[in-house]
């Protein structure tokens, strides 16, 4: 595999935060190398190499998997990438993003497509009854009637948001999809159906949160479409998440 264009926001904020931690380590160093020179002058140069090597080592293995052509010898490194990624370079990168204002949403969303990217790797098929679709409530018409959060297929069919096309996707692929109003009813749902997989639409925002709070179980993100604005009448890409779903199944 190879790492494409989209990666590239969330690379070139994860690398300029790990410049940032190493400077202010080497001035940490710096600043309490006296009292350590007591226990040993070379001390200080000690603790500070290991600190360099462990982060350039952890950052190996994940550029390595990120950039491999997806070999057998690629394969066990994808566990440990998504782990560094999920649990130290995520946190550090949404660090940054408030410390410097920087545009979170694009950074959120070259997150997501890493994560895929990730996932995908491993070549790895899941049942369809294995993997469970989450989807957010606001794809729903703001002024519909129908509680489509108990049961989907209670659409009305009006045909005036997705749900009635998800619906029908569902029944034709064999495939469960459960409306979310929030991540506890999210994780209810995860807990209940226990699934292998899973697909989850949502913002970016949400989505990064829900891969972050699942891990390790493999959550593929789509982005939804949100020409209202946020959480209003939200759209999804029907056809991007029907290819979604033939690439993930057996």
Known sequence: MIARKE???FLKIVSASVFMLTAAALFFFWIVSGGIERLSPYLP???FAFF???VFFVLFIFFATLLSKGGIKSQPLIGPARYILVKFLYPLAFFITSIFRINRE???????????????SPRRKVKI???????PHCLQLHNCKAKVTDD????LSCGKCNIKELALMSDKKGIFMAVATGGTLARRVLEEKRPEAVIAVACERDLSSGIIDSFPL????LPNIRPNGPCRDTLVDTEALGGLIDRIIA
């Open 7 to 9: 990666h590239l926001y």
């Open 45 to 47: 140069e000690y603790i």
């Open 52 to 54: 360099v090597l462990s």
């Open 106 to 120: 694009k950074m959120q969303a070259s997150f997501i497509d890493i994560n895929n990217f990730l996932l995908f």
């Open 129 to 135: 009854s294995r993997l469970l679709i989450l989807l």
């Open 152 to 155: 989907i297929h209670n659409c």
């Open 218 to 221: 493999p959550v593929y993100g």
